[in-house]
């Protein structure tokens, strides 16, 4: 699958050769999780599968692409094989740090749905998804991607269970569930997939997420850890200004009908498919702390604040709780803030050309490796991408000086 909006500098020839390459590459890297040579063939044709041109990335159709008479391989590969998906999510990260870090990264944290039929899929339940916009029959998984200069991809993944799953022993073991996963929160999972990151050592500077990620435990996590955030919140959610000239306190809906025409700026979120994602932004000042009542490594003053985004056609307001170095611009957060319109972007590009939904497996270790599968594919086609699309040399030409142009006429 060579698309030529994922590669549009290099030749189709050029483009080939890093494609043939980088599989080459990544099968190598993915042998050790599997004891047979039989099970790490079919592991890679399933990747071959979901990296072809198929509109939809079903088992049938997968198999057809691998040119097996039935779908059978290609599901023992997600639920009858003993292999490690978490070991799997690794191999992703590191592949993906190792091409496209950037110690500026976004790490970007939110969830999507996958529609369902029945009650036996893991972790099916009557809930609210944003894919759909409404409550309805899914599952709903919870996602990290990187996000950098250089690209993004996603590097984790959990799949959220519904307490009526987790009260019900017999359901868990029937899916496959491993005894100590137990009810999770969202926000819980997104904390485990923060601490796994800075547990690896991956460079990035700032959160971003969107309201449900935006209370709780993650703010204290990212402030021990050193990092920024911009977090979504609800208009209900309170915020109070301390040494500060201007005095701010109240729900974030009161604090900005007190906003005067002045205090907003218009400013772009970064580049959509219709040009700048334009709107208007005010960011007030709360706190300054010392940062090395949380973080020793670090020193200074840091910044607690509140973002507010207003949408230009119909002034619908969104709300961000932030914390920051000291002076770092309204333009730097609404920026970080932007990055989260790349992982919606690697939701649909994921479920339109990877066949993220596609997923036809029961278990818990089904969808999981499933879902790591996709992951990978998604992260070689944008390391592809990085490579065959490198940025313009900058340029080099130092500027002469009065005094180095007077040296030289003296020669």
């Not at 691998?66 to 003993?82: C, E, F, S, T, V």
């Amino acid at each position: 699958m060579i698309r030529r909006s994922w590669t549009q500098a290099a030749s189709i020839e050029e483009t080939l050769a890093l494609w043939a390459a980088s599989l080459r590459e990544i099968k190598k890297r993915i042998r050790p999780l599997f004891n047979q040579n039989r099970v790490a063939r079919n592991a890679g044709l399933f990747l071959e599968s979901l990296l072809g041109d198929e509109q939809r990335k079903t088992g049938w159709m997968r198999a057809e692409a691998a040119g097996d008479p039935g779908p059978w391989r290609q599901q023992a590969i997600l639920g009858r094989r003993d292999w490690d998906a978490d070991g799997l999510r690794d191999i992703v990260r590191d592949y993906v740090i190792e091409h496209l870090a950037d110690d500026d990264a976004v790490l970007v944290i939110d969830e999507t749905g996958f529609l369902k039929q029945g009650k036996a899929s893991c972790g099916v339940a009557r809930q609210y998804t944003g894919s759909a916009g409404k409550i309805t029959n899914c599952q709903i998984g919870v996602f990290a991607a990187y996000v950098s200069r250089h690209g993004h991809a996603f590097i984790d993944r959990a799949l959220y269970l519904p307490k009526e799953w987790t009260d019900d022993p017999g359901r868990l073991e029937a899916a496959y569930v491993p005894p100590d996963a137990g009810f999770a929160t969202k926000p819980k999972l997104a904390t485990r997939m923060i601490a796994r990151a800075i547990a690896a050592s991956v460079p990035f500077k700032w959160v971003a997420g969107d309201t449900v990620y935006g209370v709780g435990d993650i703010e204290q996590q990212l402030r021990r850890a050193g990092k920024g955030y911009v977090l979504g919140v609800s208009s209900a959610h309170v915020f109070q200004s301390w040494g500060k000239r201007r005095s701010v306190a109240g729900t974030a809906a009161d604090i900005a009908q007190t906003l005067r025409a002045s205090d907003w700026k218009r400013l772009s979120a970064g580049a959509g498919t219709k040009g700048p994602r334009l709107y208007d932004w005010c960011y007030l000042e709360l706190a300054d702390l010392e940062v090395e009542e949380f973080y020793s490594a670090n020193h200074g003053l840091w910044t607690r604040g509140l973002l507010i985004r207003r949408r230009i056609a119909d002034s619908d307001l969104a709300f961000f709780t932030t914390w920051c170095p000291t002076a770092t611009s309204i333009e730097t957060l609404v920026t970080v803030e932007g990055h989260r319109w790349a992982i919606e972007d690697s939701f649909e590009t994921a479920k339109n050309e990877f066949g993220l939904d596609d997923n036809e497996s029961r278990s818990w270790h089904g969808w999981h490796r499933h879902v790591s599968l996709v992951m990978l594919a998604f992260a070689m086609m944008a390391v592809i991408r990085h490579r065959a699309n490198p940025p313009p040399p900058k340029k080099t030409q130092r500027r002469t000086t009065a005094k180095t142009k007077a040296s030289l006429s003296r020669r």
